[in-house]
């Protein structure tokens, strides 16, 4: 029953001395490639994430400009109605639109400035992509394959 717990022990500590051993030593081309395909996929989910992201704060903006677009016409269209000034019927309409469009403005840059870091950051990503899998591809030559 020793021997046999001796036994165990010695294999536990080979099994250990021998995954220490692959650990300390260089990859192989395999090994580097099996690692790297792992990291490629994640960055291709990241990548994919990123840009739906992108793509869906891009139509909140789109659709948030418009509406500035839209009560800036309107403001215009008041403003003309008289070359005097705006008419006293139309002008508590016309200050509610002015107030909402002045209200409105400051959000556009800060949206803008979102967006484009959120592209920014997908840009890196991609481009961080694009890298390891031409990594991958140089590693498959390798390979022969």
């Given at each position: 029953?020793?021997?046999?717990?001796?036994?165990?022990?010695?294999?536990?500590?080979l099994?250990?001395?021998?995954?220490?051993?692959?650990?300390?030593r260089?990859?192989?081309?395999?090994?580097?490639?099996?690692?790297l395909?792992?990291?490629?996929?994640?960055l291709?989910?990241?990548v994919?994430?990123?840009?739906?992201?992108?793509?869906a704060?891009d139509?909140?903006?789109?659709?948030?400009?418009?509406?500035?677009?839209?009560l800036?016409?309107?403001?215009?269209a008041?403003?003309?109605?008289?070359p005097?000034?705006?008419?006293?019927?139309?002008?508590?309409?016309y200050?509610e639109?002015?107030?909402?469009?002045?209200?409105?403005?400051p959000?556009w840059?800060g949206?803008?400035?979102?967006?484009?870091?959120?592209w920014?950051a997908?840009?890196?990503?991609?481009?961080?992509?694009?890298?390891l899998?031409?990594?991958?591809?140089?590693?498959?030559?390798?390979?022969?394959?």
């Open positions: 029953m020793l021997r046999r717990g001796v036994l165990i022990l010695a294999l536990i500590a099994v250990i001395a021998g995954h220490a051993y692959l650990r300390s260089p990859p192989g081309p395999r090994e580097r490639l099996e690692t395909r792992a990291e490629l996929q994640v291709r989910l990241s994919d994430s990123c840009q739906a992201s992108v793509a704060q139509e909140r903006f789109r659709t948030y400009d418009t509406r500035l677009d839209s800036f016409e309107r403001i215009e008041y403003e003309s109605l008289d005097e000034g705006v008419p006293a019927d139309s002008y508590a309409l200050l639109t002015f107030d909402q469009y002045n209200e409105s403005v959000g840059s949206r803008a400035d979102s967006l484009r870091a959120r920014g997908c840009r890196t990503l991609t481009q961080s992509h694009n890298l899998a031409d990594s991958v591809r140089r590693i498959l030559l390798e390979l022969g394959g």
